[in-house]
């Protein structure tokens, strides 16, 4: 008896350190990003880390209300960029392929609605007369767009269809006027950032799989749209939550557009955190839209600003806040992890 007595207690001795050991392990996992935050609203459980793994903004316009918007934690880790040779389709500018290693951010689970962008930050920021300039009286204030002429829905519908026909300059500024209406930091992910996102780990051409005869499940595109954006989260979502990443409205990033800067990052592969090209003329956009084809729609297909996206503008110079008739074009926001993590001490 006293042998299978310490036995057991030799055991239990083990059962114990083993779920110590578990234990530790379990927390060390997570990226570091143990730091809380200040949130407006959690939807979720938080993560192991600290952090919400998803929460929601809501903003307050000045003509009374709140609208709201999700965002959720896109988990760091590193990814293969850019399409192999072999991928039908597939342009050159998709390549080469490059080891990308990424930081967690927070990225808003749909693209930046019409009401968001019109209904509060448009009333709030826009120029009243042509020409206006922030004040010394008012240097926080932000400056927004010039008028806009016409039906700003171009006919496909306002409330949570997506914002159209901005600029990247456009999307910046508000983003910039996001984070004084919050306090805190929102932005335009990077092109690394979006693809990220958009593969959600996969490796394929789209994220659900390479027969584009699945893409009417996901996204609002040539064959399904009737030639109009859509509400958002109307379709499913990509493995991490994130609606209409492929279709409905192309999205401005970050970064600058230039057709080699692959080669360029690939040769210091795998690399920390890109941002693209450090100057340039124009700039990316990505996902496709309502009216793109969907070999266009693919996680690494790329497109950019292109001339005849300003042709329909009278004005000399061209408008930097506006795209006239292009309903193509809209963008959703993004938050940097250690930009959460520092709001939360203060």
């Known amino acids: 008896m006293r042998r299978l007595s310490n036995f057991r207690i030799f055991v239990a001795i083990i059962v114990v350190a083993t779920g110590v050991l578990c234990s530790a392990e379990t927390s060390l996992a997570p990226v570091n990003i143990s730091a809380p935050i200040s949130i407006s609203a959690i939807t979720s459980s938080t993560s192991t880390g600290g952090l919400p793994k998803k929460y929601t903004e809501t903003v307050t316009p000045v003509s009374g209300g709140k609208i709201t918007f999700d965002?959720?934690?896109?988990?760091?880790?590193?990814?293969?960029?850019?399409?192999?040779?072999?991928?039908?389709?597939?342009k050159d500018d998709e390549g080469p392929q490059h080891e990308v290693r990424l930081e967690p951010f927070y990225l808003c689970t749909t693209e930046t609605t019409?009401?968001?962008?019109?209904?509060?930050?448009?009333?709030?920021?826009?120029?009243?007369?042509?020409?206006?300039?922030?004040?010394?009286?008012?240097?926080?204030?932000?400056?927004?767009?010039?008028?806009?002429?016409?039906?700003?829905?171009?006919?496909m519908g306002g409330g949570t269809h997506p914002a159209i026909g901005l600029t990247w300059h456009n999307a910046m500024t508000f983003c910039r006027w996001l984070s004084m209406k919050t306090g805190k930091k929102y932005r335009l992910p990077t092109e690394a950032e979006w693809e990220y996102a958009a593969r959600a780990s996969t490796k394929t051409a789209y994220f659900f799989g390479d027969d584009p005869k699945q893409l009417a499940a996901y996204a609002w595109f040539e064959d399904n749209s009737d030639q109009t954006t859509h509400e958002a989260a109307k379709k499913t979502p990509n493995p991490w939550g994130l609606y209409d990443m492929l279709g409905n409205v192309l999205e401005w990033v970050h970064d600058f557009y230039r057709p080699t800067s692959y080669a360029k990052t690939a040769k210091k592969s795998p690399v920390l955190n890109p941002k693209g090209p450090k100057e340039g003329k124009v700039h990316v956009a990505r996902g496709g839209a309502w009216d793109t084809p969907a070999e266009d729609l693919r996680c690494a297909a790329r497109a950019f600003e292109e001339d005849w996206w300003r042709f329909e503008d009278p004005q000399e110079p061209k408008s930097k806040w506006w795209f006239p008739n292009k309903g193509f074009l809209g963008f959703r926001v993004a938050r940097s992890v250690e930009q959460a993590k520092s709001e939360s001490g203060k």
């Open 114 to 155: 019409f009401e968001l962008f019109y209904d509060a930050y448009y009333e709030e920021t826009v120029q009243r007369e042509r020409g206006a300039t922030e004040t010394k009286e008012d240097v926080d204030a932000i400056t927004g767009p010039t008028p806009i002429y016409g039906d700003p829905t171009m006919g």
């Open 71 to 90: 965002m959720v934690l896109i988990p760091g880790g590193e990814f293969v960029m850019g399409s192999p040779n072999s991928e039908a389709e597939r």
